[in-house]
């Protein structure tokens, strides 16, 4: 059992997991829950799905955590990476459920703009979540965690075992890639 330190690195945690530490890991879930469940809500869109998905990849990383590769000193983004995969399987197995129908899609529809501004509306968003599609893993980390969740540089460095300044010099790459592929 280790002693009751946050101090410990997620390599140096995830190594006490993998000889069946429970408080190591429960160390590293703590650290990382929320992200992971906010990232996970906003692929699925639903709060349940969310939580599924957050505790099926916390299980996958118990399993598997002898295998796990920690990038950038942090779990993170090899938990990210696997609840975008596994987000996704859940929204694909979800459709494949049931048919959209036009009645769904007026459900989604803000009326506070008219059908010509939403349908422009719904076309940018799209063309943003293609953009945002072709970036690198990591970079798609940066992009939900800073643009979408709104988290500070210097806390999305800190979920991702990183420097402030790395993340400020990526979301600005990032950002002027994105602005390149969305100005046609």
């Known amino acids: 059992m280790i002693a009751e330190s946050k101090e410990l690195a997620d390599a140096e945690l995830l190594a ?7 408080h190591a890991f429960a160390l590293l879930y703590d650290r990382h829950v929320t992200a992971v469940y906010r990232y996970a809500l906003s692929i699925v869109g639903l709060s ?6 957050t505790q099926d990849v916390f299980i996958l990383a118990w399993t598997k955590a002898s295998e796990i590769s920690i990038v950038d000193r942090s779990l993170l983004p090899w938990l990210l990476t696997t609840a975008r995969l596994t987000g996704l399987n859940r929204v694909r197995s979800r459709s494949r459920r049931r048919e959209v129908t036009d009645n769904a899609l007026v459900t989604r529809a803000d009326h506070r703009f008219s059908p010509e501004v939403e349908l422009q509306r719904r ?5 943003i979540e ?3 599609a072709e970036l690198s893993e990591v970079d798609q980390i940066l992009f939900s965690l800073c643009i ?3 988290l500070s540089y210097a ?3 800190r979920a991702l075992g990183t420097t402030h300044s790395t993340v400020r010099n990526r979301l600005s790459r990032l950002r002027r890639t994105l602005r390149t592929r969305l100005s046609d």
Request: avoid cysteine; charge should be negative.
């Open 148 to 150: 979408d969740e709104g």
């Open 130 to 132: 293609d953009a945002v």
């Open 16 to 22: 006490l997991a993998e000889r069946d530490d429970d």
């Open 123 to 127: 076309v940018l968003e799209e063309s």
């Open 48 to 53: 349940a799905d969310a939580e599924d998905v």
């Open 155 to 157: 806390d999305a460095a």
